[in-house]
């Protein structure tokens, strides 16, 4: 089954710039889409078709791709950006799969 | 304002039946895809099961295949999720999501737009 790889945990101090990837043999062909999630809250779509900020999302955060690796990137960090995240992409097979999650702590 | 408010999570024993719903409001709910994505205490999210508008195309997960089912009323803005020969790794917080399809001359793309809060299911003697 297709699996997407995140690292459990980074940290990052308030204000510094923080990269969290995510590892997948489709993701040189398939966008990948990012979720912020803080304890007892829903997820929120943070990053769409692997690069675009959906409304409302502040501009810190960035989304890229570079062959089977997709990356968020979160510039001047701020505490409120504690949380886990997650990656995900569409699969022909299984329709959609998640990453494990990372958790961001902000120190 | 988009809603999706999940019921129907409780305990139930192993090998016993459970059926959530999911009740949507603030759009036009049969013009839309909509999910069932789970979380286990402490763990990460898994995509469980999938179904168009119609209800014409159905999708599971291999580790809810054959014993959970998908549906849908369009009527009555709902979706359910049927979920038999509960196991104690079911045990989970269970939300709707719905899936949003945009396209271009050249290509579409889905995502999750809007999800609930949950309902937590657990499973246990």
């Known amino acids: 089954s297709y699996e997407l790889t995140q690292p459990p945990s980074v940290s990052v101090s308030p204000g510094q710039t923080v990269s969290i990837p995510c590892s997948g043999d489709k993701l040189g062909n398939e966008y990948a889409y990012w979720y912020q999630q803080k304890p007892g809250q829903s997820p929120v779509l943070v990053i769409y078709q692997g690069t675009k900020r959906p409304s409302g999302i502040p501009e810190r955060f960035s989304g890229s791709n570079s062959g089977n690796t997709a990356t968020l990137t979160i510039s001047g960090t701020q505490a409120m950006d504690e949380a886990d995240y997650y990656c995900?992409?569409?699969?022909?097979?299984?329709?959609?799969?998640f990453g494990g999650g990372t958790k961001l702590t902000v120190l | 304002e988009v809603q999706l408010v999940e019921s129907g999570g409780g305990l139930v024993q192993p090998g016993g039946s459970l059926r959530l719903s999911c009740a949507a409001s603030?759009?036009?709910?049969?013009?839309?895809?909509m999910n069932w994505v789970r979380q286990a205490p402490g763990k990460g999210l898994e995509w469980v099961s999938y179904?168009?508008?119609?209800?014409?195309?159905?999708y599971y997960a291999d580790s809810v295949k054959g014993r959970f089912t998908i549906s849908r009323d369009n009527a009555k803005n709902s979706l359910y999720l049927q979920m038999n020969s509960l196991r104690a790794e079911d045990t989970a917080l269970y939300y709707c999501?719905?899936?949003?399809?945009?396209?271009?001359?050249?290509?579409?793309?889905?995502?999750?737009?809007?999800w609930g809060q949950g309902t937590l299911v657990t499973v246990s003697s």
């Open positions: 995900q992409a569409w699969d022909t097979s299984t329709h959609a799969v």
């Open positions: 999501a719905r899936e949003s399809q945009y396209c271009s001359s050249t290509s579409c793309y889905s995502l999750f737009d809007y």
């Open positions: 603030g759009f036009t709910f049969n013009s839309y895809s």
């Open positions: 179904i168009t508008s119609t209800s014409n195309t159905i």
